[in-house]
């Protein structure tokens, strides 16, 4: 009896990729002592090679080509560069996101650290050899890591072993792996793919960050539905645009010193800060550019306007950029505030912003003695150059 609308190859087929998919993921419940994908690649390659699978039209691996090819540099016509180059910009992008993922995952679950300027330079020499050896761009796969993963492997020894046997199959035993049923392998990668999935970790980016868990989601419907660089492609795209729009609208707080706490927070979540009379804290979350500097200038003076105080001292630790129209606002807004009686002072500026302020001709405007290292710095002495309280009444 035959499974309706299957005929006898079709079902021989599923049937062979269901045991080994179970055996997979039966087995490593049952022991750990021997590895699942090698006990399911052998038991599915040895009843192939008894029941004669190929004859009845079951797709096997065949038998492999013998010997390596011959190194020799890639020519191609002209009228194929363009497609290529667009081909080979859509492979960078999937390798280079695809490494990296697949790499910071497995390191992670290990305590080891990724240096991704030795995975890109390791990835680029990789490629160079299969060019010149006529053979496929080169990527990290994270099927094949798990299931090396799965099989036991502790170290990158497991690559040379892996090249030195597949070196041996090529030369030596073409037919070895020639009955191995095509679905068995299908059954490998799925069960590969499984480890792979850590649910727990969507629930992680839903409970900290929506936006990383809808850029998951977004992802993985994209290469399922579209592709794999496509998909990819439209998880980049709105990373992009979720990163604009934090930068666009960015959040500012107004800080205060917590009691018993270290450093400054914000009064929001924190309504019992220190604040000092006559001085507003004030920290900016974001680069300041052409597209938000408006809303930088509009806070500052909605809290002149609230608070009336003397000085607002701009915590500056998270501003990595001032460019030219942001300069040309906080010059026009210096200014305004001054003829208010109201005053700016920057405090944790970067080094290399400051020289640009200068470049800029901010310092004719604003008052280089008012950058400072610190918060407290700032605040002790403006306090004491202004006759302010240090504490509030």
Known sequence: MFVEGLDKTHTTTLIVGLAVLALLLVLPRITTRVPAVLAGVVAATALSAVLGFADHGVDTVGALPQGVPTPALPWTNAND???????????????????????????????????????MIGMGAANIAAGLFQGFAVSTSGSRTAVAEQSGAKSQVTGLVGAALVAVLLLFLTSLLADLPQTALAAVVIVAALSLMDLGILRRYLRVRRSAFAVSLVATAGVILLGVLQGIVVAVALAILLFFRRNWWPHGAVLGRVQGGEGWHDVGAHPDAEQIPGIVVYRWEAPLFFANAGSFREQIRKLVRDRRPQWIVIQCEAITDVDVTAAETLQ???????AEGVHLAFAELRDRLQDLTLRYGLMETLDREHFYPTLEAAIEDIRMTNALPSRPD
């Open 81 to 119: 560069v363009g497609p290529l180059l667009i081909a080979a910009v859509g492979i960078t992008l999937v390798s280079l996101t695809d490494t990296i993922a697949t790499a910071t995952s497995f390191a992670a679950r290990r305590g080891d650290e990724v240096e991704p300027n030795q995975e």
């Open 332 to 338: 026009q807004l210096d200014n305004e505030l001054n």
